[in-house]
Structure formats: structure tokens, C-alpha cells
């Protein structure tokens, strides 16, 4: 009895892995994962008078524009997805409450989602990388000081986020912004 008990639910289980459309054909799934084709990986410098003299580098498949002198929107319209960045400088007095200040919006966007945290240094510059691999509009945050007055900050920012995606489908999407930024960071001391 036992067997048939085992053999009956494990027929069951079968049974429910497959789908039909009524007729007895198998059909694939209604909605599948997003499957973004990303960009390569070739980088181009941004001007100095947006950058205000630090080197920084953007994907050459974005498109880069500045408002002003010491802001810089990365867009990477295949993601939907833009990487807003400032470069700012301020009395070395108030540069660490400067700091503060922006950890604690990274804390705000997260939302109370997990992150990992990543502290590397890259020439003069301390920098710290958030990444959330969750369904965040800001999954990918950043900061980086050379601890006197230079402070560059920027958050990539997934625009119409469908609310219905699963994190699998964005992982793909929020690791090359993330590596991305990183290599925009690493090259900063060179």
C-alpha cells in the first residue's frame, strides 16, 4: 500500500510540472524573463569640466548629459535604467557630515532591503559601493571621498521597474551597472 501511496504522488507531482492550453498540448509558460541584451564593456572618459579634474569613466554604449558642471545622468535606455552622479567639493570641515549625510539616504532608498556593502580604496579616494540584488528602483549606490574635499555620490536609478519582475530577471541588469560603477571607481586614483 505504501508504494502505491508513493507511486500516486509522485504521478501527481508530474502531472502538475507540465501545462497545457486545453487540448492536451504542451505550451510554454504566458510570460517569460526579461532577457536584456547588455552592453559592452569599452569606456570612455567624461570631460573634466563636468568632472571637475577627477577621471571618471562611463560605459561608451550609454548616454551621458550634464545640466551643469558637477552632475552627470549615465542613461542606459536597453536597462531602463540612468546612473545619476555628482561631483562635489566642500570645506574639509563639513565633508564628513557630508558623508553622513549621504549614507543615510542609501539607507533610505534601500528601504529596509538587504545589501551588500563594498569599501575598496582606488588612489587617493576611499570608496563604498551598496547593491541590492532585490526589486529596488535604486539597486546600485555609491560614494567615494579622497577625505579632503572631494566628494563624488550617485545612485542607478531603475525607471518603470515592473512591479510583477522577479529579482532573477533584473539580476542580470543591476550586475552591469554595478560593474559599471565599479570600474568607474577603481579608475579614479589613475
Sequence with gaps: MRHLLDTLILWLLLAGCTSTDGTGNTVPRRRAYMRPTLYDTVYIPVPDSITGGPRFTVNSSALTRSVRPGWLDVAYPA????????????????????????????????????????????????????????????????????????????????????????????????????????????????
Design 79 to 190: 536597462y531602463h535604467a540612468v546612473i545619476n552622479v555628482t561631483f562635489s567639493t566642500f570645506h574639509p570641515d563639513t565633508l564628513a557630515s557630508q558623508v553622513d549625510n549621504r549614507l543615510e539616504r542609501f539607507t533610505l532608498n534601500l528601504n529596509g532591503l538587504p545589501a551588500q556593502v563594498s569599501h575598496f580604496s582606488s588612489g587617493p579616494y576611499e570608496c563604498t559601493v551598496v547593491t541590492t540584488h532585490e526589486l529596488s528602483m535604486t539597486p546600485v549606490q555609491f560614494l567615494a571621498t579622497d577625505g579632503h574635499s572631494a566628494l563624488i555620490s550617485g545612485t542607478a536609478v531603475m525607471q518603470g521597474l515592473d512591479p510583477s519582475a522577479t529579482t532573477d530577471s533584473i539580476r542580470p541588469v543591476i550586475d552591469a551597472l554595478e560593474y559599471d560603477i565599479f570600474h568607474a571607481l577603481r579608475g579614479l586614483g589613475h
